[in-house]
């Protein structure tokens, strides 16, 4: 399916259209033949199945009220979402239980059936990395933040290897590589999640981050972005 913004002419076009793709980079729009993706199970994408699957289960035994409480919440949402075209949405109540209740488990949380207050989070103050060469095995790769910044929260950290050092902006390609508590103050050590999400990391390679705090509700707030250049290894 595809999201199409109508003027005079076509203004704006996103997604797959028999077969072909349409998107955009930083120059311009361009369009390319799909290519369906390959189907790996991991055993991690099969643990976010069963969470996807006993949350919807959930979902089918809540009452009324608290179908209507989630439906508020995606009326009046604690967080801005945007389509491919930069378009505001808003996320159905089903959507936003499904939302939160991934991310709540994802931090180590229960599933939580009472639609969270519609409270917005605040940033991070701050994001560094220091990363290594992967063949490094003496230098730990670490992120940093502010003093206090998750306090009574939790931090969740997304990067995106670029092949490119030169690159400016980063859009795709990101994984989580950190959801959870972390210590006060920092850093805190990734070096094992970024060789499990990327293998091999090489000297000179750039990195983007995007670092955001979770409430204990299950909202996150907007990012504070980041990025490093691969040191060698020591």
């Known amino acids: 399916m595809a999201i199409v913004k109508l003027g005079e002419l076509i203004v704006g076009l996103r ?6 793709t349409f998107s955009a980079n ?5 369009v390319r033949k ?3 993706p390959a189907s790996r199970r991991t055993v991690k994408q099969s643990g976010k199945r069963a969470w996807f699957s006993e949350i919807r289960r959930q ?10 409480a989630w439906d508020a919440l995606g009326a009046s949402p604690p967080e801005e979402d945007y389509n491919s075209l930069g378009e505001r949405v808003y996320l159905s109540g089903s959507a936003w239980h499904l939302r939160v209740n991934m991310r709540r488990l994802q931090a180590g949380q229960g599933i939580n059936n009472s639609a969270p207050p519609n409270t917005s989070v605040s940033p991070p103050s701050s994001l560094s990395m220091t990363i290594y060469d992967s063949s ?7 992120f940093n933040y502010g003093v206090g910044d998750f306090v009574g929260a939790y931090a969740v950290l997304h990067v995106s290897p670029s092949l ?6 980063q859009t795709t390609g ?3 590589i950190w959801c959870g508590s972390v210590s006060v103050p920092g850093p805190e050590i990734m070096t094992a999640e970024l060789v499990g999400a990327f293998g091999y990391l090489s000297e ?13 509700k299950g909202i996150r707030s907007t990012a504070v972005l980041a990025t490093t250049l691969v040191l060698p290894p020591v």
């Open 15 to 20: 997604g797959t259209i028999q077969g072909l």
């Open 26 to 30: 930083g120059s311009s729009p361009y």
């Open 34 to 36: 799909y290519a369906a």
């Open 59 to 68: 979902w089918g035994t809540l009452n009324p009220a608290q179908i209507a």
């Open 136 to 142: 490094d095995l003496v230098s730990d790769s670490v």
């Open 164 to 169: 490119s050092s030169v690159r400016n902006v």
């Open 174 to 176: 990101y994984y989580v």
């Open 204 to 216: 000179g390679q750039k990195v983007f981050g995007q670092l955001r705090k979770q409430s204990l």
